[in-house]
């Protein structure tokens, strides 16, 4: 029988900023020309959630929305891009901080 220390742990839930991350980053995959339900598949998340996140995203201005073929395509734009550098250089930081102590200090030894 397993004891609590001996689970695995359950996946980490996903906070809106990492939403709006991995939104961003597949919108950004395909360069101008994503339809909602590749972001929907690239993102994991259903399409009627996602629509609502991608309303905010547009409405932030970190995604423009452009006519494709008679249907609506996402694109990332600057303030996006800008988003992006700065939330990945943030769970950098975050992952240093939540990093054991202990595996720190072994490294300093070695």
């Known amino acids: 029988m397993l004891s609590a220390r001996d689970e695995p742990a359950?996946?980490?839930?996903?906070?809106?900023?990492?939403?709006?991350?991995?939104?961003?980053?597949?919108?950004?995959?395909y360069h101008g020309a994503a339809r909602i339900t590749r972001v929907s598949?690239?993102?994991?998340?259903?399409?009627?959630?996602?629509?609502?996140?991608?309303d905010r995203l547009v409405g932030l201005g970190l995604?423009?929305?452009?006519?494709?073929?008679?249907?609506p395509a996402y694109d990332i734009t600057s303030r996006g891009q800008e988003f992006l550098t700065?939330?990945?250089?943030?769970?950098a930081f975050i992952e240093v901080l939540e990093a054991n102590p202990e595996d720190r200090i072994s490294r300093r030894r070695s």
């Open 10 to 29: 359950a996946p980490r839930r996903r906070e809106a900023t990492d939403l709006y991350a991995t939104v961003l980053e597949v919108v950004k995959r």
């Open 86 to 91: 700065t939330y990945w250089k943030m769970r």
């Open 63 to 71: 995604m423009k929305v452009e006519d494709l073929d008679g249907r």
């Open 41 to 54: 598949y690239g993102a994991g998340m259903p399409v009627d959630r996602l629509r609502s996140l991608v």
